[in-house]
Structures are given as C-alpha cells and as structure tokens.
C-alpha cells in the first residue's frame, strides 16, 4: 500500500475503531510501515485519534524489538530527539508513546525506563514544558502499573514530588496518581494531604477511555494505595 494511502487508512481506524480493531487490523501489517502513521496519530488534537495511537504504538514497538531491537531502539531516539529542543518541534505524545512501549516490553523498559525519569529531573532532560509534563506523568503512571520496581530503583518517587506544587492541575493530579502506584512509605503523604482541597478537574486516558476527576479525588485515592506506617508496638 502507497505510504500516503497506509497513513489514511490507519488515522481513519484510529479514529473510528475499537481498540479490539486496531490491534487485529494492525497485526497484519509490517512493524516500520506503521511508524510514520502511528507517529502522526499520537500528535493529533482528536482525542480519540491520539490515545488511540498512544495505545497501539505500544504493541507495535514491542514486535518490533522482539524481531529487530537496533531498530526499537532507533524508534526510542526518535521520541527522544522529538522532545529536544534543538529538534525543531514539540514532541506532542512522545511522553506517552514511549512509556507505553516500556510498558509493553521488558527489554525495552530495561534500557529506556532511566529516560523517562530523567525526563523528569533538573540534571536530566527536564521536561519544562507544562502540557508536555502532563503527557510525562501520565506515562510515569502507566509505566508505573505495571513495571514499578525499575522506576522506584531509579528514585522516580522523589523526582514526582515536587510535582505535586505544579501550577497546572493535570500534572499535579497526575503526579499524585503515580505516586500512589510507586510510594511505599509516608515521605509523600503530607503532600498528598495538602491536596485534597483541590477540586481542579482532572482528564486522563485509562483503561480505553477518557476518565474525568479532580486532584483532590487522585489526591485521595493515592493517599488510600500507599501503605501505611508500621504502629509502634
């Protein structure tokens, strides 16, 4: 199929199908002609079209590694590169996409699971812009749920933190989300507590869908994940 005509085809079925869909419909097609399509999809405005191509570029990227890793890799620097500012652009879905590769394949997460947190850190590739935070701590969250030990091995909890003071209310929702999933002691519960008043909504992709909160309810819910202290006997 003509590049143009493959791109067209996979942003309608982003677009319209079910996740079910796309999955089966893109089974059938070759790990790289799916690149520049599903890229194109995870920087769309459409909603739908972007988490779509968030969720699929997961699996796609973890066939890719399973028959090529070099060329996974070069798929890795690419959002990398895209976040850069010396790239030229935004690096819209890049947060996202690469945390859901990581979370689809564990070699993947061994080598690139650092990345992410440095994305977070001042010494690292700090991510300073805000929107592009909020795509940050979603993909902290998703990676999260299911590969925590990696990200709390590289004190990916204390990074979250100051997160928590952000002035934009996703991120600071979102940051609580996935310190719920990754804290293991109190050291965060103060903050958490700090946020409980704060009623700012909150929209995030989960589990196929839009989700619609406030920081105060993450806030909550993280509060009630991280285990409590041991009482003193």
């Given at each position: 199929?003509?590049?143009?005509?493959?791109?067209?085809?996979?942003?309608?079925?982003?677009?319209?199908?079910s996740m079910e869909q796309i999955h089966a419909a893109l089974s059938t097609?070759?790990?790289?002609?799916?690149?520049?399509?599903?890229?194109?999809?995870?920087?769309?405005?459409?909603?739908?079209?972007?988490?779509?191509?968030?969720?699929?570029?997961?699996?796609?990227?973890?066939?890719?590694?399973?028959?090529?890793?070099?060329?996974?890799?070069?798929?890795?620097?690419?959002?990398?590169?895209?976040?850069?500012?010396?790239?030229?652009?935004?690096?819209?879905?890049?947060?996202?996409?690469?945390?859901?590769?990581?979370?689809?394949?564990?070699?993947?997460?061994?080598?690139?699971?650092?990345?992410?947190?440095?994305?977070?850190?001042?010494?690292?590739?700090?991510?300073?812009?805000?929107?592009?935070?909020?795509?940050?701590?979603?993909?902290?969250?998703?990676?999260?749920?299911?590969?925590?030990?990696?990200?709390?091995?590289?004190?990916a909890v204390g990074y979250l933190r100051p997160y928590l003071a952000a002035?934009?209310?996703?991120?600071?929702?979102?940051?609580?989300?996935?310190?719920?999933?990754?804290?293991?002691?109190?050291?965060?519960?103060?903050?958490?507590?700090?946020?409980?008043?704060?009623?700012?909504?909150?929209?995030?992709?989960?589990?196929?869908?839009?989700?619609?909160?406030?920081?105060?309810?993450?806030?909550?819910?993280?509060?009630?994940?991280?285990?409590?202290?041991?009482?003193?006997?």
């Open positions: 199929m003509h590049e143009r005509r493959l791109k067209q085809t996979v942003l309608d079925l982003l677009r319209t199908a097609y070759q790990e790289q002609q799916l690149l520049n399509p599903l890229f194109s999809g995870i920087c769309r405005a459409d909603e739908t079209v972007k988490w779509h191509a968030v969720t699929a570029m997961g699996p796609v990227l973890a066939r890719l590694a399973d028959k090529n890793m070099e060329a996974a890799r070069v798929v890795m620097r690419r959002f990398m590169w895209s976040l850069n500012d010396e790239s030229g652009g935004i690096g819209w879905g890049s947060p996202e996409a690469m945390a859901e590769a990581l979370a689809c394949h564990d070699r993947l997460a061994e080598e690139y699971t650092h990345i992410l947190v440095a994305f977070m850190r001042e010494d690292g590739f700090f991510i300073e812009y805000e929107p592009l935070q909020r795509g940050l701590m979603w993909g902290v969250g998703r990676l999260a749920l299911v590969r925590p030990e990696p990200l709390r091995a590289r004190d002035a934009d209310a996703t991120v600071r929702g979102l940051a609580a989300r996935a310190l719920g999933l990754l804290e293991t002691g109190p050291a965060s519960l103060a903050s958490l507590t700090d946020l409980r008043a704060d009623r700012r909504p909150v929209r995030y992709w989960h589990e196929g869908a839009m989700r619609e909160t406030t920081v105060a309810a993450l806030a909550a819910a993280a509060i009630a994940a991280i285990p409590a202290p041991p009482t003193p006997e």
